[in-house]
Nanobody
């Protein structure tokens, strides 16, 4: 599976960005996916997931501001980010994976990521 993230950039607090992730080589539809982020000097964290049935999950810090979605026909996963905050500054990565119970497990490896910088 190859993943290509795009859509990052430099924005001011309160603005929006939409990240895209092109997925190639995955035999599975619908796409089960997760977006991770890695802030400068910090560990990578799982931000949002979407399962086969379309159920979305988010970490508390982005609930109500971020939306994960997918377009299976285009083999693309999105992360709409609204009301961005400086603490959202990070490199963002998408993955494809699966769920074991409620636990998401990435199995695609990592793309190059896309950088998001939010200024105050």
């Amino acid at each position: 599976v190859q993943l290509t993230e795009s859509g990052g950039g430099l924005v001011h607090a309160g603005e929006s960005l939409r990240l895209s992730c092109g997925v190639s080589g995955s035999p599975f539809t619908p796409i089960v996916a997760g977006w991770y982020r890695q802030p400068p000097g910090s560990q990578r964290e799982l931000v949002a997931t979407i399962n086969r049935g379309g159920t979305e999950k988010y970490i508390d810090s982005v609930k109500g501001r971020f939306t994960i979605s997918r377009d299976n026909a285009k083999n693309t996963v999105y992360l709409q980010m609204n009301s961005l905050k400086p603490e959202d500054t990070a490199d963002y990565y998408c993955t494809t994976g699966s769920f074991i119970g409620s636990q998401y497990h990435p199995n695609s490896g990592w793309g190059q990521g896309t950088q998001v910088t939010v200024s105050s």
